[in-house]
């Protein structure tokens, strides 16, 4: 690969210990975090809930940008909980803050990804570091090309940018499900099946962590499915660090006891401390738990409830009314009452921990699902949980007395009784039954130990004990996971031939049917949304406006309602309705304001009752129509643009030590990516030319009333002209790649060329036909010949000698075989131009040039603002 390391610099003065109290204003780090940023960072980092993971970005920051090890220039910080990604963002913000204001020459973004809430500044800054702490949903769909929650013209750029010059932090990973063998398998890929062009590795890290998804049958036949000698050898430093650090003794002395709980039929009551055995199959009703924790509640503390699914943790928080010091937080809210939601715990707790509470307060009781069970900087006085398997039942005990200092805490378990009575059933709520009846044993098996021992002790105790189900409950269970053929196949974003896309929810968090679509609400007249002009309301936000509903769960109320579901079609503009029955995860559904289903303080209901009292009226999606980069608020020239581009390329490539062809493609792609747009059709079709004559060729104009549709894609002209001079010159003018990169810098045009109108005789919109594109004194006629699939050839004698590919035969040269021993066949690309990039490098390059064009919009060097024109009457 045409790519330069970033130099090794011998460290610049600043130690870890007192970069971390600059930043953290801690006096020191744990051993721990001292060893992680000194040593570097392992496969797998196994270390307890609550002493400071987070900090891990501290780490990587020092070595990155003080001590100047090769660290990627990025981190992905991967957790499976919505409420991780908040607090985590949080944190991570004031401490890079600080670093910006002792050190102003360091600025490193942090910015956040989560379904209900995408912040996409990172995009466009693939030169500058930046944190991206995000949810599996959101960050490995967009890592297999399949983006949960954005336009699929968009999935390339995070595709490549996700899988190159990132460091991923796999967080809580026994909580992942099948994202947890996708991360081990795209791994496997940048490093070894698909290189990525600037290194991109992966830890994982967890306090409670099987390593079995590490030995997938493709990281074995290439050695990466055994631990090296460098994992051992740190795991044995850090084993040291954790038990001698003096400052960890509070995390060693901590009491957590715990203990079963059931209902009675006098009431409900908790067993006493001598109550050692596992729960009985009591039915176990709302009721009875919402009046236990009343009972135990103590006022100026936090009551903690977990439960397994949303419908019980809905049903307790209200049958604890009348009770007004309760919130409810499970994952489907809205992002802004979820955020109301998790202030108000957040507040809480921050408030209690500084003394600055009412002597009067109640204290507050939370009730909550899965979402809050991991990594939440929260300390309950108080915590009762259902049964759930052991990896969730450990991160669940650590929210109890998480500072240490609390020597009341206590814990209750409580089991659900088994639906069907005694029969064997395979799951109970969202967990398979055989590891609810693993847990019940090891959690029988340590409420005595938990109430003789502090917490640390007790675990310790319980893994000599019972080491061989203690380490059998730790394992990751064997999942769908995605191979080379599979994520060289996803490659493509074009639509399938049913008019959708592959699914990669088996891959994310697996076929549950807990999986996630987004649902959002509008309103409009009559029964069907209306088309064309008629759809006045705003843009779809699908970050600000959805709701994380399960599909099976839009489904069944669709069914029972009759209500109707619409989707966007990118390509007719306009909004289709879709079958209940072909609601998929990773949709983008939209309901009209009366079909319900949505309460602000209980978040999804699926009551038609429900109703938001306003929702916006239905407005547009994004379309394969839409120019709006064309629509920027000036006027531009074409060949200013060009240059513009090209100097933003050069910037970038600068910047990340690109060199050689690869160099060569991204400057020569950018500085020529909008030649189509001399096309006299595409220029004629501009609303305002402001004071340009007609003859001054545009790249840029300021809105119109209507969206710009010029009715052919610029981009694919700027191809077709480009090949031409490929094509036509001996000494080839850029590599092929140019082309490529040029005609896929909106990323609506990819690994297909085809026709987009009715009639035909046309690629893309761009009329098949003998056409010349002049820009000052170069001509550049289209050549429509990459345009068709195929060989293109001529006879010479009995021999057939190819001349021509097309287009996909470039593509799957630019993309190379899904395995190395499938040679290619076409060799359009001749050495030693780019070729058989592989998926990851080919979209990094992709986003390159789209960036460039980004910021060369963005920032012009020659433009005319509307406000500089004076019009005459």
């Known amino acids: 690969m045409d790519v330069k390391e970033r130099p090794v610099n011998s460290r610049v003065g600043t130690s870890f210990e007192e970069f971390f109290r600059q930043v953290t204003g801690f006096s020191s780090p744990y051993a721990w975090q001292t060893l992680l940023a000194e040593e570097g960072f392992p496969d797998v980092l196994s270390v307890p809930t609550g002493i400071g993971k987070t900090e891990v970005a501290l780490a990587w920051a020092w070595r990155l940008l003080l001590d100047k090890k090769a660290e990627p220039l990025h981190l992905v910080y991967c957790l499976p909980m919505r409420s991780l990604v908040t607090q985590t963002v949080q944190r991570l913000k004031g401490y890079f803050d600080a670093l910006k204001t002792t050190k102003p020459g360091i600025d490193v973004g942090v910015h956040q990804l989560m379904g209900g809430a995408i912040d996409d500044d990172w995009v466009a800054q693939p030169d500058r570091p930046w944190v991206l702490v995000g949810t599996q949903d959101q960050l490995l769909s967009r890592a297999l090309n399949r983006g949960y929650a954005m336009s699929r013209f968009e999935w390339p750029v995070h595709f490549g940018l996700l899988n190159n010059d990132c460091r991923w932090i796999i967080d809580e990973v026994q909580l992942m499900g099948p994202g947890l063998w996708t991360t081990s398998q795209l791994d496997w890929m940048r490093r070894k099946r698909f290189p990525s062009l600037k290194p991109c590795l992966t830890t994982w890290m967890s306090a409670t962590i ?57 009431g409900a009551k908790t067993t006493g401390a001598k109550k050692r055995g596992a729960a009985k199959s009591v039915a176990v009703t709302p009721h009875a738990l919402a009046d236990a924790v009343k009972k135990q509640h103590a006022a100026g503390t936090l009551s903690l409830v977990i439960c397994n699914t949303v419908d019980l943790a809905r049903d307790i928080f209200r049958a604890l009314s009348p009770v007004g010091h309760k919130v409810l937080l499970t994952s489907r809210f809205r992002r802004e009452d979820r955020a109301r939601h998790e202030q108000r715990l957040l507040q809480f707790d921050a408030s209690r921990k500084a003394g600055k509470l009412p002597k009067d307060d109640p204290g507050l009781i939370c009730v909550s699902t899965q979402v809050i069970e991991a990594g939440v900087d929260i300390s309950a006085h108080h915590l009762w949980t259902e049964l759930s398997p052991w990896p969730s039942m450990l991160q669940r005990f650590g929210r109890l007395n998480r500072n240490g200092g609390d020597q009341e805490a206590r814990a209750w378990v409580w089991e659900t009784t088994k639906e069907g009575g005694n029969k064997k059933t395979e799951r109970i709520g969202p967990y398979e039954a055989a590891d609810i009846d693993r847990a019940k044993k090891l959690v029988s098996a340590f409420v005595p130990l938990s109430q003789e021992h502090p917490f640390s002790r007790a675990i310790t105790d319980l893994n000599t004990k019972c080491q061989k189900e203690a380490s059998e409950a730790l394992q990751p269970k064997p999942s769908p996971l995605p191979r080379a053929l599979d994520v060289h196949g996803l490659f493509s974003t074009e639509r399938d031939v ?21 649902v959002f609400w509008r309103d409009w007249s009559g029964d069907n949304p209306p088309r064309g002009e008629d759809l006045d309301g705003p843009l779809l936000e699908p970050a600000r406006e959805g709701c994380p509903v399960s599909f099976v769960r839009v489904q069944e109320m669709l069914k029972n309602s009759k209500g109707k579901a619409w989707l966007w079609d990118d390509e007719a503009d306009r909004w289709e309705r879709v079958n209940h029955w072909d609601i998929r995860p990773g949709m983008l559904v939209m309901l009209k304001r009366n079909v319900g289903g949505y309460d602000a303080t209980e978040g999804w209901t699926g009551d038609k009752a429900d109703m938001l009292d306003e929702v ?13 980069w064309t629509e920027v608020g000036y006027w531009a020239k074409l060949e200013d643009h060009l240059k513009d581009a090209r100097r933003e390329a050069e910037t970038l490539c600068n910047a990340l030590s690109l060199t050689g062809h690869t160099r060569m493609a991204v400057m020569e792609a950018s500085g020529l990516h909008d030649l189509g747009k001399a096309h006299p059709q595409w220029q004629a079709k501009l609303p305002d030319r402001g004071t340009f004559p007609e003859d001054a060729l545009l790249a840029k104009t300021p809105r119109g009333p209507r969206p710009f549709r010029p009715g052919l894609r610029h981009e694919v002209a700027s191809a077709l002209a480009m090949w031409w001079k490929y094509r036509d010159s001996d000494t080839k003018p850029y590599p092929a790649l140019a082309v490529y990169l040029a005609a896929t810098h909106h990323g609506k045009a990819r690994t297909v060329l085809r026709s987009t109108t009715d009639e035909g005789g046309d690629v893309f919109g761009v009329p098949s036909k003998p056409e010349t594109l002049v820009i000052g004194s170069d001509q550049w006629p289209l050549d429509f010949t990459i345009a068709k699939d195929g060989a293109e050839g001529r006879w010479e004698g009995n021999e057939f000698v190819l001349i021509g590919y097309g287009w996909t035969g470039l593509v799957a040269d630019l993309l190379g075989p899904w395995r190395p021993e499938e040679k290619s066949e076409v060799d359009v690309v001749p050495e030693p131009e780019p070729r058989h990039l592989g998926p990851f490098a080919l979209a990094y390059l992709e986003a390159l040039v789209r960036i460039a064009d980004w910021r060369a919009s963005e920032r012009p060097s020659i433009n005319t603002k509307p406000s500089q024109v004076r019009i005459d009457h």
């Open 616 to 628: 916006p009226r239905v407005g547009r999606g994004a379309t394969l129509r839409d120019d709006t």
């Open 210 to 266: 099987g390593t079995s998804f590490l030995s997938t049958t493709d990281r074995t036949r290439e050695g990466l499915g055994e631990a090296s000698p460098e994992q051992i050898t740190f795991e044995g430093r850090l084993a040291s660090a954790l038990k001698s650090d003096p400052s960890l003794q509070w995390w060693r002395d901590a009491q957590r006891p715990i203990e079963w709980w059931q209902p009675t039929v006098s």
């Open 498 to 518: 049913h008019g959708g896309f592959t699914d990669v929810s088996a891959f994310v968090r697996g076929t549950d049917p807990d999986l996630d679509v987004r």
